[in-house]
C-alpha cells in the first residue's frame, strides 16, 4: 500500500531485499526472529515498497564494519543483483558506519527497522503535532549518524528513508539541525501546553477518560468508530493513527465517558519516537481506565501483549484499572480462543459483533462503578448515612438494633476522596 503523501517526481519504486540478523543477544529478547521479519514485511508493505526476498544469518555478535558477516554482505550483492533490488532493510538497528560500509560496498540503499518506521510515521502525520513530533524524532535519529553522510543523503533520490525532513534539509551541516531540533522542541513545548489546557478542561468538568491502547493493527480505531460513530481511519497496515482522537462515550444508564485512540505500539518502538511522541502518549497517563486491545487471531498475541505492557509501564501508566480486550475472534481457529484467557477484566470481542459491543460499554461502567462495600452506620449519625447515599449508589439496607447497614458501591476516586469520614464505618465482617 503506497503512502499517498509520496512527492510523486522523486517517487522512486523501492525493490526491496529485507535482512535479518540473529546475534546471541536477539536470542535473550525471547522475540522469534521469524515472526519480527513477516512484521518487518508488513512494515515494509505499508511503506510502498516491494519485497523481493528475505535474507537470514546467525551470528554470534555483529560484524562492526558490514553488521552482517563479510560472506553475507557478498550474497546480498549478488541476490540484489539477480532480482534488481535497489534497496535492502534491515530488521534491527544498524551503526551510522555501517550504513555507509553497505551502502558503499553494495549500492544500495540501506535502511534498518526504526528508519522504516520513522518513514511510515512520516508519511501518516497530519496534525500540527503529529508533523513536529515526527520530524523531531527522525532528526534526532539522524543526528549521531549524520557524519560524512552528505554523499549518500545526496544520492538517495526518494522513496523510504527520504521522506520527512527534505533532501535540502539534511544537506545541510550537523549545526543547522540541531537549531532545528531546538526550535522543534519549542514549537512541541507549545502545542503540548495547548494540549494540557484541553485535558485541564476535561478534567475539572469531571470527564472520566477511557484509553484504548494495543499493538498496531489490534483494531483500537474500529472500536472507537464501532462504539462511538467517530468518523476515524481504518486500514489494515500498521500505524493507520497517528494523532489522538477522543469521543464521547455513552455507558448504560446515561453516564458519560472520553474514549480516547491511540497511536499503535510495536516491538522495539523507536527511542526516538516514544521521547518525541510522548505529549501524544500522556493521554494514556490520564486515563481513568485503559482498553488493552489485542488482537487475538495474531500468532504474535502474547508477545504484541508484552511489548505493550512494558509500553505502558515505560509511560508510567502500568498501575491504571486495565480492562483486555481480545479482538478479532470471528478470525480465531477454536483452539486460539481456548487458549485465551478469562475472568474479570478480559472480553473475548469481534469489533463487528454489536453484542460484543454492548459487553464492552457493560464492564467499562462495572469497572467504573468500582467495589461493593458494607458499612454499618449508629442510628444517630444520619449525616454519614447522607453522605452515603450521596457520593455512593446503596444497593442494600438492613437493620441491626440501633445500626443501619449499607452495601454500597463506590468508586475508587469517591472513597478517596471521603474515606476519612467513612473509613470508621466500615463493616469488616
Ligand atoms: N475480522 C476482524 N477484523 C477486524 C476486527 N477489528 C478490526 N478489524 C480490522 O483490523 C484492521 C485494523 O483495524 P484498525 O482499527 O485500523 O486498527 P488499529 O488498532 O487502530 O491500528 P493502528 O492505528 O494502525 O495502530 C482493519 O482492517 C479492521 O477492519 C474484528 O473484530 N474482526
Ligand atoms: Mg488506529
Request: glycine content about 8%; overall charge negative; charged content about 30%.
Amino acid at each position: 500500500m503506497a503512502i499517498t503523501t509520496h512527492d510523486t517526481e522523486t517517487d522512486v519504486q523501492d525493490r526491496a531485499i529485507l535482512v535479518s540478523l540473529v546475534t546471541d543477544k536477539i536470542k535473550r529478547t525471547g522475540i522469534d526472529p521469524e515472526l519480527s521479519l513477516q512484521e518487518l514485511v508488513q512494515l515494509a508493505e505499508t511503506a510502498g515498497v516491494e519485497v523481493l526476498d528475505v535474507l537470514r544469518q546467525n551470528k554470534e555478535t555483529p560484524d562492526s564494519r558490514w553488521f552482517i558477516g563479510k560472506g553475507k554482505v557478498e550474497e546480498l550483492r549478488m541476490a540484489a543483483d539477480a532480482l534488481g533490488a535497489n534497496t535492502a532493510i534491515f530488521d534491527q538497528e544498524l551503526s551510522g558506519a555501517q550504513v555507509r560500509n553497505l551502502e558503499e560496498a553494495l549500492d544500495l540503499k540501506i535502511i534498518d527497522r526504526t528508519q522504516l518506521i520513522l518513514d511510515i510515521f512520516a508519511g501518516r502525520a497530519k496534525t500540527r503535532e503529529g508533523i513536529i513530533q515526527v520530524e523531531l524524532a527522525q532528526l534526532s535519529y539522524l543526528l549521531p549518524r549524520l557524519s560524512g553522510q552528505g554523499k549518500n543523503l545526496s544520492r538517495l533520490g526518494g522513496g523510504i528513508g527520504t521522506r520527512g525532513p527534505g533532501e535540502s534539509k539534511l544537506e545541510t551541516d550537523r549545526r543547522h539541525i540541531r537549531d532545528r531540533i531546538t526550535e522543534l522542541k519549542r514549537q512541541l513545548d507549545e502545542v503540548v501546553k495547548t494540549r494540557e489546557l484541553h485535558r485541564e478542561r476535561r478534567r475539572k468538568a469531571g470527564a472520566v477518560q477511557v484509553a484504548l491502547v494495543g499493538y498496531t493493527n489490534a483494531g483500537k480505531s474500529t472500536l472507537l468508530k464501532q462504539l462511538t460513530d467517530a468518523d476515524v481511519y481504518i486500514e489494515n497496515q500498521l500505524f493507520a493513527t497517528l494523532d489522538p482522537t477522543s469521543r464521547v462515550l455513552e455507558l448504560a444508564g446515561g453516564k458519560e465517558v472520553v474514549l480516547t485512540d491511540t497511536v499503535g505500539f510495536i516491538q522495539n518502538l523507536p527511542h526516538d519516537l516514544v521521547a518525541s511522541f510522548r505529549a501524544t502518549l500522556e493521554e494514556v497517563n490520564e486515563a481513568n481506565l485503559v482498553l488493552h486491545v489485542v488482537d487475538a487471531s495474531s500468532p504474535m498475541r502474547e508477545e504484541q501483549m508484552e511489548i505493550v505492557q512494558s509500553i505502558l509501564q515505560d509511560l508510567g501508566a502500568s498501575g491504571t484499572p486495565q480492562i483486555v480486550l481480545f479482538n478479532k475472534i470471528d478470525l480465531c481457529q477454536s483452539e486460539q480462543l481456548e487458549m485465551l484467557p478469562t475472568g474479570t477484566g478480559y472480553l473475548k470481542i469481534s469489533a463487528f459483533n454489536s453484542e460484543d459491543l454492548t459487553r464492552i460499554t457493560d464492564m467499562i461502567a462495572d469497572e467504573l462503578a468500582g467495589d461493593t462495600l458494607n458499612f454499618r452506620i449508629p442510628g444517630d449519625r444520619g449525616d454519614i448515612s447522607s453522605l452515603l447515599y450521596r457520593v455512593g449508589e446503596v444497593l442494600e439496607t438492613t437493620y441491626d438494633e440501633n445500626d443501619v447497614l449499607y452495601n454500597v458501591r463506590l468508586n475508587k476516586e469517591d472513597y478517596e476522596k471521603w474515606g476519612y469520614m467513612l473509613a470508621d464505618f466500615v463493616d469488616q465482617q
